[in-house]
Structures are given as C-alpha cells and as structure tokens.
C-alpha cells in the first residue's frame, strides 16, 4: 500500500523517515513536512523525531561516504521541488550500492541533487556581497530574500567578519534569523519581524553609500544587462543604494510597509 510519510520539517525528522523507511521495510511515495502537507487518498504516517534514529541513518551515511553527508546537509536546506524524495533515493542508492556512483555526475539521482546544491551554494556567495546591515540601538541588522535556506552557509562568514559585534540577519523568505552576540550564534524561527525605523545617525550613513554607489558610477559605460547579471534584480529590494529616497530619511521605513503592520520592532 502506498504511504506517505508526514514529519516535523527538521533535519533529524527527514533523517527519522529514512529510518523508519528501514525499519518497516517500505518505500514511501512521498515525505513531506507536517504543516506542508495535504489530503491524499494515500495512508498517512506521521513519523515522530528520535534523535538517536537520526543519529544511527548520519553514522551509517558517514561511513559510506561524507560527500554524501554534506550533500543531504545543504540538499535539505534547498529550494529543490520535492527535495525529501530526492535525498530519500540518494541515500538509498547509497546504501544498496555503495558511494561509487557518486562519480557519477550525469547519474539521474544524484544530478538533481547536486544542482541544487550548487544552486545553494551560489546564492551564498552572492549574499556575502549583498548583505546590507543597519545599526539599531548598537545592534547591526539586515535582512535577505533568498530563494534557499542560506543562513547556516552565512553564519561562520559573518562571525568571523563581525567578532565583537552584536548583530542579527532575518531571512524573510523563510522566516528565521541569524542571531549573533558574545561569541554566540543560534538560527531561530522568527515568524513576525519588522526592523525599526533608522535614527538621524544610520540615515546619514544611508545616504552616504547612496552618495558613494552613485558617484563610482561611470554614466557612459552604464549596461544594465551587466549589472543584473552579476547584481540579479530579485536582491535589489534589501539593499541600501536601490531604495526609494523615503527609505533615506529619519524616522521612517517605507520597505516595510508592504508587509503590513503590527509586528514588533526590534
């Protein structure tokens, strides 16, 4: 009978459903997190986290192969459509057949799997460049729209870039954030956020990279075509130098407003 497996949406959760995959001696047709999930006509499991099942499938993946490791890591923090699925049958591959086909770059499990890391892994780098932070009350803040789940890739960059600082970095596409202070960094969910409105001293330094972005600028030799292909367009909208001239003024925070109101500040 077909079966769907239902969990937490964690790491050590999806880690769980291959165990119990094992365990019961069933190929699941689908494995989809809990608060993603829909009716289906097909039997449903919720598959409960137990870290020492999640523990026992990582030791085991280990001992095959750690590429193999770091591809379920940062495969499970992409945008990939049906990434569950994808992981599931490249872990089973892994263990009926062993990490050979790993080589294999053309192999039809592990190619979907190693694009989006690749996908993954660019975005982060990108965003190393792109983020822009703010200072609130002595805290620096920024926040991204990424396509992934980035900030694990973002946080020893920034930490090691920002040691004495406090700071944080909220991902609004999938509503957590980065937290930063003391030598300290934790990613936790953050599903209501909206940054305070900059004081007369961070509007001034707004302005300031504005000035500078601008005045670098070479007008004859302008291609946009150029620039949103190093610079793509859909991270324009939380850096600095392409807001509207509002966002340059004390006291106000017209990014935001499309967002609607009633969140706390920070």
Known sequence: ??????????????????????????????????????PTLFQTRHITTDKSHADRVLRKTALLSGEAVILLRHGFLTCLEHREMHLYRLTAKLLREGPGFLR???????????????????????????????????????????????????????CSRFPNERFFLYDRTHREALFYAHGKAVIAPLEQFEAAAPDETEAAFRRLWKRFYDTVAIKERENPRCRQTHMPKRYWGTMTEFQDEDYFIAGQNPRLEHRGSGLPSV
Request: with cysteine; proline share 5%; charged share 25%.
């Open 1 to 38: 009978m077909e079966v769907v497996y239902l969990y937490d949406g964690s790491f050590e959760g999806f880690l769980c459903c291959i165990f119990e995959s094992y365990a019961n001696r069933e190929f699941p047709s689908d494995i989809t997190p809990e608060e993603d999930s829909c």
């Open 104 to 158: 294999n770059l053309a192999d039809e499990t592990l190619l979907p799997v190693l694009k989006a890391v690749r996908h993954l892994e660019g975005e982060a780098q990108l965003l190393r460049g792109f983020v822009r932070f703010s200072e609130y009350s002595g805290i620096l803040g920024g926040e991204i729209e990424p396509k992934n789940r980035v900030l694990p890739l973002l946080r020893s960059h920034f």
